[in-house]
Structures are given as structure tokens and as C-alpha cells.
């Protein structure tokens, strides 16, 4: 059975094609062109109309040289049709696992945040522990909220809830105690405890710190994970996600690695998804675990499912001042401070490490936020170029919230990708209270700077770090076009640093493809796998300031529909 997409418009991962068709046989793309000429009676830049007419199908038909009986239609009704978005770096069964526990990541303000912890307690007298997150630190004084308000609502059970970041937890008294966290608990060497004036501990964690309470928590179970890799799945699909990279695949604060889940839908069938697994490069070991990831790598070879990337997190946040920073953060009196953040990662190791990863093959995925975390990655991968040479292995940079601008065209010198979080790249809360005035007015006009990153021939790739932010690509595709988030109050941030649609569409395709090896998708051309999505409208005929009002009404993985009727 054929199937014919029309009467819509085409991007192919590059470029935009109005009216053009795509005829898929045996899950991959066979054809993709326009249609025959419009007749005399209906112009060449007329809209499509709400269904393809039966004289004109009948045309679309012959001109691909398709049979009526063995041709499925798919009516675009003048929608676009665009390869499956790949989500670079995302993390599924943390934001499964958060979606099935206490959820918070929907709301906004401390009391209703209180009153959902407190109904979830409520309708859950069975579970030991209070687990869940999503919180947002704007929403309390400093970003951090208390012990005191968790305890007046849950006092009898622990509670541990990881923020919106996931680089903090929120505890209450009896979390603390079961853990043996007191005012003379020092602070662990890659994070935080935050204290009262006494030293006494208040309720936020950040960091490292939050393994204090972490390692206390039940462990998850095999099919809790399979149950929210199987949720996330579905989730992802219908945003038209296709593919993503696991940004984790290891054991993290409190979760344990989700692999076993990953191999067992891999092995059944039931993984829909193409997926990249990051190893987790352990940050309180060394070179030493080198031959444990390769047969790591080894082991986990599956149509769907691969291993091919080591994940090393380079530093924290700046919202906490854990991001590794060249200056030292302000205060919030103007004033300079003496903590320029973390590097959890020696730096001088750091080249090590990345050298010896690229030598066995690995492709190298950091995390950096601030500016001296990125260029001691972009350090790293210069040192691999020079130790083993060129390579095909794709090596990328997320988050890259701050970069200093002699560090821009690096990027495309080193053959690095920058993997973006676009949806950050707004004023919000979290930006204007938390950010801005610890960065100061030199270092906040280096954020996310996608616009000089295109310009400087870097090769852009996109992520969503879901469950930190929505994993919806068009949500952030509008931020990267607009440098506001829809129907938002504030003005653009940085506006000269926004893409056109085409390269926010491209990174999220092609580009994330790419960095994902996965190199038979990602474009719609003859003979790529015709992993898809189907938008309700076609955003390069609306104002940009609408991109994300589409919304994704069908996702394919190889021809087969896996979201949509």
C-alpha cells in the first residue's frame, strides 16, 4: 500500500516548498515534487482547498504514478508536512515518572503549588515517600523554598521534589532527618545546602547536595520505568517527535538508569522512538571507567536503540550560581561576589577525558551553562582535534546559556555543535528575577546567541532538556524566530540574536538527525525513512508571531502512524 500526503505544503528539512506532495512505499519516501500544473480555472498560488477535489486527485494520481486501490490519501488541507522533529536532548522517563507522581511542572505560584503537594498526599496514604517535581523557583524568595511549608502539610512522610531544572530539591524536615542533614552537614564539594543564619538546613538542596537525600529515597522499579518510558513515548509522538537523545543513561540524583526499560521495548517492539542513548560520565571518577562504557556501547545495539554518546555535565545553573562562569556572579546589590560557579570536571582532566572518549568513538555531549564551562568544553574538543584528528563523531554543546563572543566561531572551527534549548531564550520570571541582575548587563547580552552562531557557519542542533521545559518543538521554535514566548507580556530578548523559521525548523530536523547518527531521516527525499509529522497549518504563511498556534495532528516512525486518527 502506497500513501499519498497532498493538497499541503512540504518542508523538507531545509527548505520550504508550497504545494509539493510525498508519495511513501514500505515505510521511506519514493517521491516527493509538486503536482501536475493547476488548471486554467484555479491559479498557481491559490490555497489549497479543504479537500482535494476527485478530477485533481485523479491528476495527482497519474502524475506519480500511483493506483487508486493501493494508494492510501492523507489530506493535508493545506497544513504542513515536515520530518519527524528530533528532540536532542531530552530526558523521558524523568518526565514519564514526573508526569505519574506529584506534577507541579503546570503550575504557578506557592499556594497552589502547596495545595497540589498537599491533594497528591491525600489521595496517596500508601506511598512512603512524596516524590515528584516541576516546581519553579521564581515562585519563592530566592528560589528557594522551606522545609516549614512542606512540613505543615506533609509532616509524617518525606518528601523530595526535584525543581523545574532538575539542579535542585525541595525536602521537607523529615527528608532531612532520615538523612542526617543538620547544621553541622558540610556542603558536598559539587553543591550547595542552603541555610538558614545559623547554619540549620531550610529545605533546598542544589546540586550534588541533593544526593544527601537522594540516596535515601526507594529505589524506582523496572516497571515503573517501562510504565514512563511507555507514557513519555506517547507524549513525545504527539508533539511529532520521532527521535530524540537520552541526555542520561546512567544513575542520576535520585533515579536510577532507565536502560533496562529502553532494552526491554527495544527487544519486544514496543520502542516507536529512534533513540541515542548519553552514557553518564561519572564526575567522581575518571579514565577508569572508559572499558565499562564501551561495553556499555557494545551491549545496547538495537534497530531503535543505540548507546553512541558519553554525557559529561560541565557545570550547574546560573539561577543557583553553580554555572561555571569566567567573572564572578553579582550580587544582588551590584556587587561582585567570589564565586565564579563549579566546574565538576577538572578542567585539565576534562581535555583528558574528551580526548580519550573521541579516540575510542564516542561522540561527547556537555553540558555547559556559563561562559568559562563552554569555552573549557570547546578546550576539550580542541585537544581531541589535535590528539586524534578529524572524525565524523558529531560531538555537541547544550544549554550554552552564556557564551563569551571569542568563543563563537570555535563552533564551527572545531566541527562542534551547538545543541539549543530555544524555549529559555525569553524574558520571563526565572530570567529577569533570577538571572539577569547576577549576570550583569555585559554577560546577559551573550545569551543563547543563536543568531551569531548561524552567522558564524556553526552547525545548530535543538533539545528541549523536557521535563525541565515542554517538549513541545513548535513552543520553542516560536522563541527562536520571535525571542518571546507566545502571547507573552514582555518584550524580545536580545531580538538580533533570533533565526528565520527555516533554520529553527532545520535544527530541529535535519540538524538534530544528524547530531543523532541518524542519518536516513531527519529529510524528506527519495529514499529516507519517512519519519514525519503533519502540522494543522502551515506556519510560513502566518505572521511569525503565530508559529506556535500549529499544532501537530499526525506523527509517523517509518511510514506507520504512531499519534493521530
Known sequence: MDTLFTNGSLFDGHTHHPGWSVVVR?????????????????????????RPRADRLSSLLDHFGLRAAQ?????????????????????????????????LSPL????????????????????????????????????????????????????????????????NSRALELAGIDARTPDPADGRIERDPDGNPTGTLHEGAMDLVGHHVPPTTHDEQVAALLGAQAYLHSFGITGWQDAIFGDYANLDDSTPAYVELARDGRLTARVNGALWWRRDLGAEQLPSLIDRREALQFPRLRAGSVKIMQDGVAENFTAGMLDPYYDGCGCRTANAGLSFVDPIALR?????????????HVHAIGDRAVREALDGFEAALASNGNNDLRHHIAHLQVIHPDDIARFAKLGVAANMQALWAAHEPQ??????????????????????????????????DWPVSSPDPLAAVQVAVNRRHRDSEYEPFLPEQALDLATALAAYT????????????GRIAPGMLADLAVLDRD???????EIGEARVVATYVEGDRVYGE
Open 108 to 171: 504557578s505560584g506557592r499556594e497552589s503549588t502547596l495545595a497540589a503537594i498537599s491533594a497528591y498526599a491525600a489521595a496517596h496514604p500508601e506511598v512512603g515517600w512524596i516524590l515528584g517535581g516541576g516546581w519553579h523557583q521564581p515562585d519563592y524568595p530566592g528560589g528557594a523554598p522551606l522545609a516549614a511549608d512542606l512540613d505543615a502539610i506533609v509532616g509524617d512522610r518525606p518528601v523530595f521534589l526535584a525543581n523545574a531544572d532538575h539542579h535542585g530539591a525541595w525536602v
Open 539 to 545: 506556519p510560513f504563511a502566518q505572521p511569525i508571531e
Open 26 to 50: 514500505s515505510g521511506r519516501i519514493i517521491k516527493a515534487g509538486p503536482g501536475p500544473a493547476p488548471s486554467p480555472t484555479r491559479g498557481a498560488n491559490s490555497a489549497p482547498s479543504p
Open 431 to 464: 530570567m529577569d528575577e533570577l538571572t539577569i541582575p547576577f549576570l550583569g548587563p555585559e554577560r546577559t547580552r551573550w545569551q543563547y546567541p543563536f543568531g551569531d552562531l548561524a552567522g558564524s557557519g556553526a552547525r545548530l542542533v535543538a533539545g528541549s
Open 71 to 103: 494508494t492510501e490519501v492523507i489530506d493535508l488541507a493545506g497544513g504542513l508536512l515536515l520530518p519527524g522533529f528530533v528532540d536532542a536532548h531530552v530526558h523521558p522517563v524523568q518526565g514519564g515518572l514526573e508526569r505519574a507522581r506529584c506534577d
Open 352 to 364: 583528558d577525558h574528551i580526548s580519550a572518549l573521541d579516540s575510542a568513538g564516542f561522540q561527547v
Open 510 to 521: 535535519s540538524g538534530s538527525a544528524w547530531v543523532n547518527h541518524a542519518d536516513e531521516t
